[in-house]
Nanobody, 126 residues
Framework: QVQLVESGGGLVQSGGSLRLSCAAS????????MGWYRQAPGKERELVAN????????KYADSVKGRFTISRDNAKNTVYLQMNSLKPEDTAVYYC???????????????????WGQGTQVTVSS
């Protein structure tokens, strides 16, 4: 199992900044990527950004490119999301995600699983 603990959400004015953190514990050696998703009221959960733990491959949603930066500290098993130039439309509950791939036998069969944090509220006032 993997446990995720998020921190850093809050209320900020439009144009402001926030930094989210997500610390993983448990079976961290099997995590292949970590990232952030968000869900606004009445909308589906969407990817904000993610980063692989090995090669550092990074993906951003078009709506946050140039404003948000995802980074990781493998020694601390922690991923960060620096959010700058925040807009009211960024208001949502932000969820940390960890994608695990675990080899289960000598033939190399693997099982993948996604883990989620409890969510942290980000509110941007206009």
């Amino acid at each position: 199992q993997v446990q995720l603990v998020e921190s850093g959400g809050g209320l900020v004015q439009s144009g402001g900044s926030l930094r989210l953190s997500c610390a993983a514990s448990g079976r961290v050696f099997s995590i292949r990527a970590m990232g952030w998703y968000r869900q606004a009221p009445g909308k589906e959960r969407e990817l904000v950004a993610n980063i692989t733990t090995s090669g550092g491959s990074i993906k951003y949603a078009d709506s946050v490119k140039g404003r948000f930066t995802i980074s990781r500290d493998n020694a601390k098993n922690t991923v960060y999301l620096q959010m700058n130039s925040l807009k009211p439309e960024d208001t949502a509950v932000y969820y940390c995600n960890a994608h695990e791939i675990r080899v289960v036998n000598v033939e190399g069969a693997a099982i993948s699983k996604d883990y989620w944090g409890q969510g942290t509220q980000v509110t941007v006032s206009s």
